[in-house]
């Protein structure tokens, strides 16, 4: 009975954030009081409206906060096990958490295979295994093998988009921080982009937390989706059931009891938004 017991207790998470706070300039409280956390081999969307904090809670976590005068002030994040909040970004990366930028920030003047390559800089584990990974990557981004001699700043969006991803395989991650990846982006390649997410989570084993304000698609993908509003979390649940909440689909998918309905009525928006009580 004992080891049927342990069987069924959940695994750790690889990546639990416990009632973070987040302040800018020793003033702006922005993350007020945010857990999460990621399973291993999880995909776990953060979405919300623009500025709702979801790439504050995205550099919190990969530490790149203090670039922009920021800092966590309260609670603390444990990745694989370990408290991270102290640990440079560069020694996030080599413990296997890397954060993908929003905006597809690729290295203008260098060539796609060259932005890949720099993915690899913390590695030692010899060519041989770089260059079985660049061609994984490939495998996964054909689009990029056939770009792999151009400069970056010469491509589109989503092959920009692709590279970033790419670059961060690299680094051989067991998990990813994705922001925005469907910003700016045709239909069509965020449908792409999502199914290489999946594709890499189920044969590479690789988690992901995305942060997203097209929730449509991301609660198709992810497994387990959190709201953020004005740096709050004030809603989470598996994704099925956020599809299906009321609240979601009106705020966040645009669709209601009676079809798509206006915001224009702002006492009824206020009203229906049960966490605004």
């Given at each position: 009975?004992?080891?049927?017991?342990?069987?069924?207790?959940?695994?750790?998470?690889?990546?639990?954030?416990?009632?973070?706070?987040?302040?800018?300039?020793?003033?702006?409280?922005?993350?007020?009081?945010?857990?999460?956390?990621?399973?291993?081999?999880?995909?776990?969307?953060?979405?919300?409206?623009?500025?709702?904090?979801?790439?504050?809670?995205?550099?919190?976590?990969?530490?790149?906060?203090?670039?922009?005068?920021?800092?966590?002030?309260?609670?603390?994040?444990?990745?694989?096990?370990?408290?991270?909040?102290?640990?440079?970004?560069?020694?996030?990366?080599?413990?296997?958490?890397?954060?993908?930028?929003?905006?597809?920030?690729?290295?203008?003047?260098?060539?796609?295979?060259?932005?890949?390559?720099?993915?690899?800089?913390?590695?030692?584990?010899?060519?041989?295994?770089?260059?079985?990974d660049l061609d994984m990557v490939y495998d996964y981004f054909p689009r990029l093998r056939e770009r792999r001699g151009s400069q970056a700043g010469y491509t589109s969006g989503g092959e920009q988009q692709m590279c970033a991803i790419g670059r961060a395989l690299m680094s051989r991650p067991s998990m990813i921080l994705l922001d925005e990846p469907s910003m700016g982006l045709a239909p069509q390649l965020v449908e792409e982009i999502f199914e290489i997410v999946k594709k890499l989570n189920e044969s590479e084993g690789v988690s992901f937390l995305l942060a997203e304000q097209n929730t449509n698609i991301a609660l198709r993908y992810a497994k387990y989706g959190y709201i953020l509003e004005s740096g709050r979390i004030v809603l989470d649940g598996e994704a099925k059931a956020l599809r299906e909440n009321e609240d979601v689909k009106e705020f966040y998918l645009g669709i209601g009891g009676e079809g798509r309905r206006s915001f224009k009525n702002v006492k009824h928006y206020k009203r229906r938004k049960r966490w605004l009580a």
């Open positions: 009975m004992a080891d049927a017991a342990l069987a069924t207790e959940p695994a750790e998470p690889l990546l639990q954030v416990n009632n973070i706070e987040v302040i800018y300039n020793h003033v702006i409280l922005v993350l007020k009081g945010v857990s999460l956390s990621v399973p291993k081999g999880g995909i776990v969307a953060i979405l919300g409206a623009n500025g709702a904090g979801k790439t504050t809670t995205l550099k919190a976590i990969s530490n790149l906060l203090h670039a922009e005068r920021g800092e966590v002030t309260k609670g603390n994040i444990i990745f694989n096990g370990e408290r991270v909040e102290s640990r440079s970004p560069n020694e996030l990366v080599r413990s296997g958490c890397i954060q993908v930028m929003e905006g597809r920030h690729c290295f203008g003047h260098l060539t796609i295979e060259e932005n890949l390559l720099t993915g690899a800089f913390t590695r030692s584990d010899g060519s041989a295994n770089v260059k079985r």
